[in-house]
């Protein structure tokens, strides 16, 4: 979808969610399916779960991270140490 400036908006990916449970609530109430109300309403907590299980694991990754940076022996920061001494090193020799 795009806005009146012509730009694409934020947000589009909930359609096949929304579609599922217009779907499945209309079923019910027209008494077409027997469902609990349960697995009727099941596309919302399932792309929930889905949600936070992204933000779980992502989180995980960047705690991962942040806690071999604090370790200041660890091969990553002493990597990244070297690839700034050479850079500088490099610089000083053009300069």
Known sequence: M???NGRKRAGGGSGLTSLLLLIFIILKLTHVIDWSWLWVL???WIAASLGV???LIIGS???TAV???ANSS????VEV???FR????EESKID
Do not use: E, V
């Open 67 to 69: 806690i071999g940076l």
């Open 81 to 83: 140490k070297g690839w």
């Open 61 to 63: 990754i960047l705690l």
């Open 53 to 55: 299980l992204f933000f």
């Open 86 to 89: 050479k850079k500088d090193q």
């Open 42 to 44: 099941s596309p919302l």
């Open 74 to 77: 660890s091969r990553t920061i």
């Open 2 to 4: 795009t806005n009146k």
